[in-house]
């Protein structure tokens, strides 16, 4: 063999010869035909043959590669074609081109962008959990569950129409029918019952609540303008509630307050009832 495994070349016996020494045909054609072999197997430059084994790098990098495009990959592997791979669309950005088609890209910011382009059956996967991606509709599905047959899915979160101008975003069984929405403007329409931990044994320091229909009747109800959405809307002052009930407003970190109003019509409810069985009686 003209190489000894480790890369190394070592001439054929009867070399290297010594001054006087006859050059005869056996000698020049055996040594010439070991180097014309040694010369076949190593690496040409312009790519004129593929490897026959495995390249070792011998912990040294690949470096200077062509940035390549998402139809022709810098790098690609066999049996997936020649525009599935790994290529640089920029400085500093990495780019996975699937089909000839970018899929995914990488910033060195550390942002991700999956689906520029997206096959209606993309998939990202992780930990077990995949979630899938629609180009056709432009739909991200969150969840576990697919339908590869289908242009649908059966997912557990599904953002639709992400390109409209009234986006929204729905929350599926997996039978695909829809249980949440929300749309553009943040309003949520709930198909089924929404229910709270309620259960005793949860709870402990019980104490009656004192409060009067009187009070109940200070609170007024307004017809408004939100400021964010423009969207008109019925409902309390968060401060005016927090006056007598401050358990049934909550606050952000930035300090707007919300109302518990499911907890609030409740408490309203069992107010009114007794005042009603006391008048009654």
């Known amino acids: 063999m003209p190489f000894n495994g480790s890369g190394t070349y070592s001439l054929p016996g009867g070399n290297p010869v010594v001054t006087g020494t006859t050059i005869t ?17 190593v690496l040409v430059r312009d790519g004129q043959a593929a490897m026959t084994g495995t390249l070792n790098m011998g912990g040294n990098r690949l470096s200077n590669l062509h940035p390549g495009s998402a139809a022709s990959p810098s790098l690609f592997w066999t049996g997936n074609g020649i525009n599935t791979g790994l290529y640089a669309p920029a400085d500093d950005q990495i780019g996975i081109s699937i089909n000839g088609v970018l899929t995914g890209l990488w910033f060195s910011q550390g942002e991700r962008i999956l689906g520029t382009t997206m096959h209606s059956s993309a998939a990202l996967q992780v930990n077990g959990a995949r979630s899938y991606f629609s180009g056709a509709s432009a739909n991200i599905a969150l969840g576990v569950a697919y339908n590869e047959t289908r ?23 997996a039978g695909g029918t829809t249980l949440v929405t929300v749309d553009n403007a943040g309003a949520m329409v709930v198909t089924t ?15 009656r609540l004192e409060l009067t229909v009187e009070q109940l009747a200070s609170l007024h109800v307004y017809e408004y303008t939100r400021r964010d959405t423009g969207r008109q809307e019925l409902g309390f002052k968060a401060q005016d509630v927090e006056a007598i009930l401050p358990l049934a407003v909550h606050y952000s970190d930035d300090g707007i307050r919300s ?16 005042r009603l069985a006391h008048a009654a009686s």
Request: neutral net charge; glycine residues 2%.
């Open 25 to 41: 045909s056996a000698w020049a054609n055996t040594t010439l035909a070991d180097v014309a072999t040694a010369l076949s197997a």
């Open 193 to 207: 019952t929404v229910t709270a931990n309620s259960d005793e044994r949860l709870k402990k320091d019980f104490k």
């Open 259 to 274: 109302l518990d109003y499911m907890r609030l019509g409740a408490i309203a409810a069992v107010v009114v009832a007794k």
């Open 151 to 173: 242009a649908t899915a059966a997912q557990a979160i599904h953002f639709g129409a992400t390109d409209s101008a009234t986006p929204t975003l729905n929350i599926t069984n």
